[in-house]
């Protein structure tokens, strides 16, 4: 049976295919087939230049002639250079390095004495010469690029340190109680605490090292950086060379890769060398007499304790770190943008790491599938276990078989082997890609997961050319591309038999709850429009229970029997379930509110998390098999149990929405916005995921919304273009620098269209023996979305506490690795941190203070299930700004422009009360409007003629005939357009009432529940990473 032959013409992506006729655009998911060949795939009609360094290297066989380049050698002078390069920026983020030096109000009185600007240049000598042209080259391309030149010692990482560097970060705590969250066992020992109460030590014991700014040699004097403690309060100060992320051009010195800060936190040098003579010059406000010890400080702050002994001056005022001396997401994001957004990705070479899911960009896929597929925490991965331990970097990607393109580019192509299916590996199944060594003239290939030598089929015989590669490679997606699928045999398909069309079936609640509000009409108006045979049912709905008084639902029998019908059909399908409130009626699975907020913060709070019965996992279990993908729709007016009620989405692939307090004028635009779009989505269903990898590693953990039954395959009831499925990798041999780490997704799946089919995504991955080249590889935006989600999941098992602690712990240990091994060894007085993962505080900090981790008083229990159930599908992009909320300013940028305005930091001093914002995160959206916003313009966004008669609470704005209201309207429907789900609108108003809610989402900033701002968190990390190293 040839499903193919129904298939439209093979579109043109480039000359006919005489060789292999039998593979065409993909049309999966109705997504149209004609969108895409008109980007052709360039190397089809053969190997484009570039594409010689693909390295399809099989685990056994030497490096191809064409040369593979190792590690990230060969792209380094174009296509690394991200993370290292500095743009000019844009100055959202704060002024400009000089600015560093600037002393906040509060910190005067360090005054005369303390380094004032000039003594710069001072600072930074003890780095040596200038570096040579070659080093502010290789400054310039990136940090990547340094590893892999040169195996880096620990030290060599200084020539190319990203200009990053910087800031010390004494710390400010005002309130020692801030960190009153953290466990007890977290405390720091009494001699690094400063700044904590009732440590008493004196200063003098701990002059921290500053040591980013003592000579490299090792044998060079110490600074006493900071002779002060760590004092709570103390400002930022630091010789620090430049600011963290205003990099505008690389500074002369040659800095330590990765972003410094001079903390107060360093391992503490012997007691009597508060001074040194001869770098005092060097110290500014942290260093030297003037800043050292702080004698009786402790009178302004009351939780402080009492430095007495030391020789410094005076009391210090509250002092604050410079949040512009910190490492800044904006302007990470910007940089980005600059240096990686205008090329397209191109994926020939092994472990490239994509740009920022912040960057637009094209892919081109050259043999490894894009990053829209597949992120990865990291693209060089330690060559042992124990390299692995002791990094403590996860190894993970986050994949997304079915994520939907831009236009631009091309669904993956269809490749139809007829009725011999989709060639593989006789031992390890692993399918026919780029990466497999055709060898002994073409007649047999090695398979490069598992090495097996298989014979080629006489159908696929094909002649190697003179570098072993076979002829017909450019011909066929499968030997030259990352991604594409295979037409499925009978042999793929339940009970041997090709699948029926997926069927949906809709199952509303009409008890009266969602008659009174108007769900129901609302609902079924709208299911009229979404399906052309409207069952004449759908008019009947609304006034058969026009009268119910039922306010007693059940749920699952209503899935049972969706379930059971479309069994019945024998085919797979979703369900689309409309739910009010808790099912209490007398039927299985029937649940009692156990709401209980007490459970806050005890080591019963992991019980709010965990389903209320066993019933609903069993139905989901029976959804799983049937193919039976379940979305539901909720609109609670009080808590109606999210974490059992969404047992069944989660297992079997579905989505979950809520809306609370649902009401059709306010909520309607929205729900019918997701109901639409949901309705539309390309689904796979009664999907298999598979994930093989080369010798060496293998998957062992998945994070998702399906189902595992056994050790290895992922079970998808349903699977959409929005789902990701996340996978952890552990080593269970040695890898090996040449020939790298493979990883292959395969998904057998049913198309909306009934097809089945296998859709492959392929990834090389390096491998390293130096830690540097790790650190150089990663992905902050991956390892963030993946320790998002170990967490969330290990709220079902452990205390909320011990599960921050594991990820403060976690954090500190990546970084004290990397500070330990990869930068310069004398500089254990400063915080550190990689230049790809400097972000790793602020991000980190914000999933910490995530309403799941640490809950507000205005958050739900069904609130705080929603969200942990929905992070767990989220992709990259999800996370990234769902933890660290986009903050746009509205009427700085020209009223003409129509790109989206800079984003700026997410923080209440970073907001002018004479402005508007928009705020959003992928599921909220705010427009705050400072109090002293100008008349004309409160006028032309609402109609309304001052600040006081602006509605809180708002969520439509007027359509007014104005430029300010286009240009704002046509903002918020571009943000929503970029979401997977629609974004309602709350606009709230300097201090009012509702501007609680706002600030919620300035996650640098110290939260109500407790959550740490950025500042106090990067101090708390320094001593953390400080006791490790200590
Ligand atoms: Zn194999």
Redesign the pocket.
């Known amino acids: 049976m040839n499903v193919n032959q129904s298939v439209p013409p093979v579109p043109s992506f480039g000359q006919p295919q005489p060789v292999y006729p039998g593979y065409h655009q993909s049309s999966y998911g109705g997504q149209s087939g004609s969108t895409a060949p008109t980007i052709p795939y360039g190397a089809y009609n053969g190997p484009v230049p570039g594409y010689q360094q693909t390295p399809p290297q099989g685990m056994s066989r030497a490096p191809p002639s064409s040369g593979a380049p190792p590690a990230s050698t060969a792209q380094a002078p174009c296509g690394q250079a991200a993370y290292g390069q500095f743009g000019q920026g844009d100055v959202q983020n704060g002024p400009s390095s000089t600015v560093q030096m600037q002393r906040l109000p509060g910190s005067q009185p360090f005054g005369s004495p303390l380094a004032p600007v000039g003594n710069q240049p001072a600072v930074l000598q003890p780095y040596g010469p200038p570096p040579t042209s070659a080093q502010v080259t290789a400054q310039l391309s990136g940090m990547q690029i340094s590893g892999a030149v040169a195996p880096a010692p620990p030290s060599s990482g200084l020539g190319y340190g990203p200009p990053t560097s910087l800031a010390s970060a004494s710390g400010s705590f005002p309130n020692s109680g801030l960190y009153g969250s953290y466990p007890q066992g977290q405390a720091p020992p009494l001699s690094q605490a400063q700044g904590h109460p009732g440590i008493q030590t004196p200063q003098r014991s701990a002059p921290s090292q500053a040591s980013g700014f003592t000579p490299p040699a090792s044998g060079g004097p110490r600074l006493p950086s900071i002779t002060g403690p760590l004092l709570p309060g103390q400002s930022f100060g630091g010789p620090s060379v430049s600011q963290p992320n205003h990099v505008s051009s690389p500074p002369p010195q040659a800095l330590p890769p990765g972003t410094q800060m001079t903390g107060p936190l360093g391992p503490l040098p012997p007691m009597h060398s508060p001074q040194q003579p001869g770098y005092q010059p060097q110290q500014n406000g942290s260093f030297g007499p003037t800043r050292g010890p702080q004698p009786n400080y402790g009178s302004p702050y009351p939780a402080a304790p009492t430095f007495g002994s030391q020789s410094g001056p005076q009391p210090l005022p509250p002092k604050r770190l410079d949040p512009d001396a910190i490492p800044s997401p904006i302007q990470v994001i910007e940089d980005d943008r600059n240096n990686r957004g205008t090329e397209p990705f191109v994926t020939g070479v092994r472990g490239q790491v994509p740009p920022l899911v912040t960057t637009n960009f094209l892919v081109k896929d050259q043999g490894n599938a894009s990053p829209r597929y597949i992120r990865c925490t990291s693209y060089n991965i330690p060559c042992t276990s124990d390299m692995a331990k002791q990094a403590q970097v996860p190894l993970a990607a986050v994949i997304k078989p079915l994520a939907r393109l831009p236009p631009e580019e091309a669904s993956p192509y269809v490749v139809d082997h007829g009725e011999s299916g989709p060639l593989r ?6 399918y026919m890609c780029p990466f497999m060594q055709f060898i002994e003239g073409g007649r047999r290939f090695q ?6 030598i ?1 014979d080629v089929p006489p159908q696929y015989f094909q002649h190697l050319d003179h570098t072993g590669k076979r002829v017909d490679a450019y011909d066929r997606p499968e030997l030259s591309l990352g991604s594409y699928e295979f037409l499925a045999t009978v042999d793929y398909c339940k009970n041997s038999k090709f699948p029926s069309p997926p069927a949906f079936i809709f199952m509303i609640d009409v008890s009266y709850n969602a008659i009174r509000t108007g769900l129901v009409r609302l609902l079924c108006e709208e299911l009229k429009s979404l399906l052309d045979f409207l069952p004449s049912l759908l008019d009947q709905i609304p006034e058969m229970f026009a009268d119910t008084r039922e306010t007693e639902t059940v749920f699952v029998p209503v899935i049972q029997a969706g379930m059971e019908a479309l069994k019945a059909a024998e085919c797979a399908g979703k369900l689309f379930l409309f739910h009010t409130s808790l099912p209490i009626a007398e039927a299985p699975g029937k649940l009692k509110n156990r709401d209980d907020r007490k459970l806050i913060n005890t080591d019963k709070e992991k019980t709010l998390f965990q389903p209320q019965t066993g019933a609903y996992q069993t139905l989901a279990k029976e959804c799983v098999a049937q193919g039976c993908c379940v979305d539901l729709f909720l609109f609670p007016n009080q808590y109606v149990d999210v974490a059992t009620l969404s047992v069944v989405p989660q297992l079997t692939g579905g989505s979950v929405y809520k809306y609370a307090c649902f009401q059709v004028e306010n909520d309607q635009e929205r729900f019918l916005s997701d109901l639409r779009r949901d309705v539309q989505k390309v689904v796979g269903f009664d999907a298999v995921m598979r994930v093989r990898t080369s010798t060496g590693i293998r998957a062992v953990d998945f994070f998702g919304a399906f189902y595992m039954s056994n050790t290895t395959d992922v079970e998808l009831a349903g699977l959409d273009g929005d789902k990701t499925v996340t996978v952890e990798f552990k080593h269970d041999d040695r890898l090996n620098e040449e020939s790298g780490a493979l990883l292959q997704c395969a998904l057998l799946y049913t198309s909306c269209a009934g097809q089945r089919r296998l859709r492959i995504h392929n990834l090389a991955l390096n491998c390293c023996t130096q830690l540097a080249d790790l650190y150089r590889n990663c992905e902050t935006d991956t390892l963030i979305n993946y320790m998002a989600k170990f967490a969330y999941r290990g709220v079902l098992n452990s205390p909320v506490k011990a599960v921050r602690d594991t990820l403060i712990t976690q954090c500190a240990q990546i970084l004290a690795c990397y500070r330990k091994n990869c930068a310069s060894p004398s500089s254990a007085g400063q915080l550190i941190l990689p230049e790809c993962m400097k972000l790793l505080p602020v991000y980190l900090n914000c999933v910490l203070k995530s309403d799941v981790l640490q809950p507000g008083a205005e958050i739900t229990t069904d609130d705080r299930a929603y969200v942990r159930q929905l992070v767990t599908s989220m992709d990259v992009a999800e996370t990234n700004v769902f933890f660290y909320p986009r903050l746009l300013p509205l009427t700085k940028s020209p009223i003409e422009s129509t790109t989206e305005p800079p984003a700026i930091r997410a923080s209440e001093e970073r907001l002018s009360n004479g402005d508007m914002y928009l705020l959003e995160n992928g599921l909220n959206l705010f427009l705050w409007v400072g109090a002293s916003v100008q008349q004309g313009v409160v006028q032309s966004l609402f109609s309304v003629s001052s600040f006081s008669q602006i509605t809180s609470g708002l969520s439509v704005l007027p359509v007014l005939d104005n430029p300010l209201s286009k240009k704002v309207r046509g903002l918020i429907d571009s943000l929503r357009a970029q979401r997977s789900r629609y974004m309602k609108l709350i606009v709230v108003k300097q201090e009012d009432k509702l501007e609680m809610l706002f600030k919620h989402f300035l996650v640098e900033d110290k939260s109500l529940s407790g959550g740490a701002s950025y500042v106090d968190f990067l101090c708390h990390m320094h001593k953390e990473i400080r006791q490790l190293l200590s």
């Open positions: 590996c006789n031992r390890c199944k692993a398979c490069c997961f598992c090495s097996c298989n």
